[in-house]
């Protein structure tokens, strides 16, 4: 049986008008009550969330390139050699600088803590040490014949590398050095000074004792290969170098963009009689 087109517009306006109260009612009431759920929801709770400001956050956002400039011109403000051939004159470590009293434009400080401000042990630098000896090892920069760290031998002090004019810009690192306490201590195939990030684990730069010669030395791939672990773009050959810059005829200097419009120079050289192959981002 046919319905009349009258009883169908009937039936349909029954229902839109309900659904049209319907919808009043939840325009006027919905969002108020919505409200009162999510109040109930959050007051009196405690809420975490990660935030990408403050003590970690910022030094997370540096580049690769702004840390390794960084550490360069933190290591130059200081003076204190950096290699065995220069141990008679070597220099304990600045312990207790006071932070306020910094004039220079970066300052390598000692710190006891980590980036989270916790109390933080030696031994966490040799196991990054280790670490980055092992990749250095891989990547063909290191020898194969160089051993791991000795606890008995080696020290590990933790710095805060900081831009003074800036100081949200800082880098945390470890130098690890070989203790120059014990006489007559065995050093061939040994680290004896490095700087490795606290937060990365890569090695900034490095002295050790090999077998090899400078002959057996390939410096272009030595920092190339180390530019792509450290993340950095092409070396360039240091131009304008002065031979009298280091004391080992040994060695050829290279320059990265740094922070800004700074540069980052790196030399790869070695110390004939004591077979001491390095590479360093300091002068």
């Known amino acids: 049986?046919?319905?009349?087109?009258?009883?169908?517009?009937?039936?349909?306006s029954v229902l839109i008008i309900p659904l049209a109260i319907l919808i009043a009612?939840?325009?006027?009431?919905?969002?108020?009550?919505?409200?009162?759920?999510?109040?109930?929801?959050?007051?009196?709770?405690?809420?975490?969330?990660?935030?990408?400001?403050?003590?970690?956050?910022?030094?997370?956002?540096?580049?690769?390139?702004d840390r390794v400039y960084i550490v360069s011109k933190c290591l130059n403000n200081?003076?204190?050699?950096?290699?065995?051939?220069?141990?008679?004159?070597?220099?304990?470590?600045?312990?207790?600088?006071?932070?306020?009293?910094?004039?220079?434009?970066?300052?390598?400080?000692?710190?006891?803590?980590?980036?989270?401000?916790?109390?933080?042990?030696?031994?966490?630098?040799?196991?990054?040490?280790?670490?980055?000896?092992?990749?250095?090892?891989a990547l063909g920069i290191l020898p194969e014949e160089i051993k791991p760290l000795s606890e008995n031998s080696h020290s590990a002090v933790l710095y805060s590398a900081i831009d003074v004019l800036e100081p949200r810009n800082n880098v945390l690192?470890?130098?690890?050095?070989?203790?120059?306490?014990r006489m007559n201590a065995n050093k061939r195939n040994r680290l004896l000074d490095a700087y490795v990030d606290a937060d990365t684990g890569k090695v900034y730069e490095f002295y050790v004792r090999t077998e090899l010669e400078w002959e057996d030395i390939d410096p272009d791939e030595i920092v190339t290969?180390?530019?792509?672990?450290?993340?950095?773009?092409?070396?360039?050959?240091?131009?304008?170098?002065?031979?009298?810059?280091?004391t080992t005829p040994y060695f050829k200097k290279y320059s990265f963009d740094g922070m800004g419009d700074g540069t980052t120079v790196v030399t790869v050289g070695f110390y004939e009689g004591i077979n001491e192959l390095f590479l360093k981002i300091s002068r």
């Open 1 to 12: 049986m046919k319905i009349p087109e009258q009883m169908k517009h009937k039936k349909i």
């Open 25 to 65: 009612v939840l325009a006027v009431w919905g969002p108020e009550a919505l409200a009162r759920y999510r109040d109930r929801n959050i007051l009196n709770r405690i809420q975490t969330r990660e935030s990408e400001t403050g003590t970690e956050g910022y030094r997370y956002s540096l580049s690769s390139a």
């Open 78 to 137: 200081q003076i204190q050699p950096e290699s065995e051939q220069n141990a008679m004159t070597r220099e304990s470590d600045p312990i207790g600088l006071d932070y306020q009293e910094l004039t220079g434009t970066y300052a390598l400080v000692v710190n006891h803590k980590d980036s989270s401000g916790r109390e933080i042990d030696e031994s966490v630098g040799f196991q990054l040490c280790d670490q980055g000896i092992e990749d250095l090892k």
């Open 173 to 181: 690192v470890w130098k690890i050095s070989f203790t120059t306490e």
């Open 225 to 246: 290969r180390w530019s792509e672990y450290m993340g950095l773009g092409e070396p360039k050959e240091y131009e304008g170098v002065n031979p009298l810059s280091e």
